[in-house]
């Protein structure tokens, strides 16, 4: 059976920090590209960032210089440290497995930014 587990999220204010994790098991970690998505109230869903398997990155543009995405294929984890966080920041932030076969999501982390 394979789960992605986040972990990480809550409240913060604005210019705070937060670091969400994504535990995954049931599938070859190591060898998945895996992301970051997140959805805002009565928003679509979204792309955040992207770690490859070789540790290649991406980010949409509105987070470059705040948020760093990393792996550990040793713990099956995936994280995205968020800095400088900003009220828009706010949504429930999903990870996202995408390999041979099929994709996952995992049931998301929610994020909330004010004063």
């Known amino acids: 059976q394979v789960q992605l587990v986040e972990s990480g999220g809550g409240s913060v204010q604005p210019g705070g920090s937060l670091r969400l994790s994504c535990a995954g098991s049931?599938?070859?970690?190591?060898?998945?590209?895996m992301s970051w998505h997140r959805q805002a109230p009565g928003k679509e869903r979204e792309y955040v960032a992207l770690?490859?398997?070789?540790?290649?990155?991406t980010y949409r543009d509105s987070v470059k210089g705040r948020f760093t995405i990393s792996r550990d294929n040793a713990k099956n984890t995936v994280y995205l440290q968020m800095n400088s966080l900003k009220p828009e920041d706010t949504a429930v932030y999903y990870c996202?497995?995408?390999?041979?076969?099929?994709?996952?999501w995992g049931q998301g982390t929610q994020v909330t930014v004010s004063s």
């Open positions: 996202y497995a995408i390999g041979p076969g099929r994709n996952y």
């Open positions: 049931g599938i070859a970690f190591s060898i998945y590209t």
């Open positions: 770690i490859t398997s070789g540790g290649a990155t």
